[in-house]
Every structure is written in C-alpha cells, then in structure tokens.
Nanobody
Framework: QVRLVESGGGLVQAGDSLRLSCAASSRTSSSTTMGWFRQVPGKEREFVGAVRWSGGHTYYADSVKGRFTISKDNSQNTIFLRMSNLKPEDTAVYYC?????????????????????WGQGTQVTVSS
C-alpha cells in the first residue's frame, strides 16, 4: 500500500510563510497526480491545489491562487506546498493526496474522491 508522509505544519502568524512536504513511498508514473486538500472541523475537505507528475502543470483553488505554490522533486517522489502571506482562514489540517496509476481528468482534479492515497494530515494554524 502506498504511503504518503507529510511534514512541515505548525503555528505561524498572519503574513508568515510555511512549507509542507509530502513524500510518497510508491514510484510515480506519467499518469500520477498529487495534490493538497485541507479540512476544518465540521466542514468538507477542500481542494487546495494539485500537480501533474508529467509536465509539472499545477492547479490551484481560487482562495490560494497567488499565495500558495506547489512544486515537486522527481528524484524523491516528493511534493511541496509553499504557503505565503498566510491568513487565519488558512488554518486547517492539510492532507496530501495522490492517484498514481491512472490520470485524473482536469475537470475532476479538485474532487477528493478522485484520489486513492492519503497522508495522515498536518495541522497548520495561523494566528491573527
């Protein structure tokens, strides 16, 4: 079973930056998509962004566009989420997600149901 291991969460102040990492235990393929979601208690898991392993195209939720950046390290099967200008409303548990073997169509890339591997989650808290 594929494991996704996240790291990098913590407590920061509004306006600060933070970088999350997600390392995959499985080898990626040209069909792999990896992404980030976040969730606060009582709400559904929310799409943050995703990256295609082939080509490196990235996609973001409107709420984070221009502030968050996803990058990847092919050699380490790892993706990163660089979060800048953090706001209190960014406070959530952040989850790494992946689908390794079959490509997710673009119109569904924001849907959590499309991903079949999940990390344990890491807490990000932004104080005002």
């Amino acid at each position: 079973q594929v494991r996704l291991v996240e790291s990098g969460g913590g407590l920061v102040q509004a306006g600060d930056s933070l970088r999350l990492s997600c390392a995959a235990s499985s080898r990626t393929s040209s069909s792999t998509t990896m992404g980030w979601f976040r969730q606060v208690p009582g709400k559904e898991r929310e799409f943050v962004g995703a990256v295609r392993w082939s080509g490196g195209h990235t996609y973001y939720a409107d709420s984070v566009k221009g502030r968050f950046t996803i990058s990847k390290d092919n050699s380490q099967n790892t993706i990163f989420l660089r979060m800048s200008n953090l706001k209190p409303e960014d406070t959530a548990v952040y989850y790494c997600a992946a689908r390794f073997s079959t490509r997710i169509i673009l119109s569904a890339i924001h849907q959590s149901s499309q991903y079949d591997s999940w990390g344990q989650g890491t807490q990000v808290t932004v104080s005002s």
